[in-house]
């Protein structure tokens, strides 16, 4: 289903308008990316600047909380269905999806829809040293962004194209075995025929362990998922804008379900 302008229009400014009554989401903190429960922003900030050129380089990339808002907002303009929201994730958001990883159990982690970053530097700033992660996104304005941003971090992957092309542009890297996957995109405005090739693509992927996670301002993905996952649990994060759905499912002990 695609976003007539009209709607496109409403919500965006609908969104603008929540701006004013939500102050939680501060997008002129310069370590938003890095926030953490456990670890002090100094520490996560420190951490990420090891795999850079520079820590001024990491400081930098994330002094304009603003051009990320920025770039998110002009992306959305241009292209409303494929963006789906005109602000970026906000830090509660991204603790909120993260709470339940594992991250020194991941060897390789796959980012569908990245946008401006927001998830993508804070997974950098969690994983292990030695780790990868592969961040999928159909605007070279996002990716571009990307890989100025977090500096050339050598575990970042960054690649122009779409989600539904993963196998492909793993299998490129020499890549296969997947322990987490985590989607931005905005199921409710794919084609049924791309979400299915996305969540079938996603469940080959990942380890008997693994799990896919998704926020999403609507529940279009949920039948998806069900078909494909053995359990699929549901949570919900008021403090970003718009309000997210956050879902988390997982494959059976084997990996193997039914039909797959
Ligand atoms: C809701 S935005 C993600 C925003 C991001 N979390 C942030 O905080 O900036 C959805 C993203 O999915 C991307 N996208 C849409 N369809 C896609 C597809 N088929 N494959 C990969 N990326 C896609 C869009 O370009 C956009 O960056």
């Not at 390789?108 to 040293?129: C, D, I, N, Q």
Request: with cysteine.
């Amino acid at each position: 289903m695609k976003l007539g302008k009209n709607e496109a229009l409403m919500r965006w400014r609908l969104t603008c308008i929540s701006t004013i009554f939500v102050p939680a989401v501060k997008p002129s903190d310069p370590a938003r990316h890095y926030d953490d429960d456990r670890i002090g922003k100094e520490d996560l900030m420190i951490e990420a600047g090891r795999h850079c050129a520079s820590r001024n380089r990491v400081c930098a990339a994330h002094r304009g909380g603003l051009r990320d808002f920025w770039i998110v907002a002009r992306t959305f303009l241009r292209h409303p269905s494929m963006v789906g929201s005109s602000f970026p994730a906000s830090r509660r958001m991204v603790s909120h999806m993260f709470q339940s990883v594992d991250w020194n159990a991941i060897d390789l982690m796959v980012e569908y829809g990245p946008g401006a970053g927001a998830f993508t530097a804070t997974a950098l700033a969690r994983l292990r040293s030695d780790a990868r992660l592969l961040a999928i996104d159909t605007s070279p304005d996002f990716t571009q962004h990307l890989e100025r941003a977090l500096c050339g971090d050598p575990r970042l992957i960054v690649a122009t194209g779409s989600a539904s092309d993963v196998e492909a542009i793993l299998a490129e890297q020499g890549l296969n075995r997947v322990d987490c996957i985590l989607s931005g995109l905005p199921f409710s405005t794919l084609s049924e025929a791309e979400a299915r090739l996305i969540i079938d693509a996603s469940a080959r992927l990942l380890r008997p362990s693994g799990s896919f996670l998704a926020y999403q301002m609507r529940t279009g993905i949920r039948p998806y998922l069900e078909a494909r996952f053995d359990k699929v649990s549901h949570d919900y994060e008021w403090w970003n804008l718009p309000p997210c759905h956050l879902y988390r499912a997982c494959l059976g002990e084997s990996g193997v379900r039914h039909g797959r």
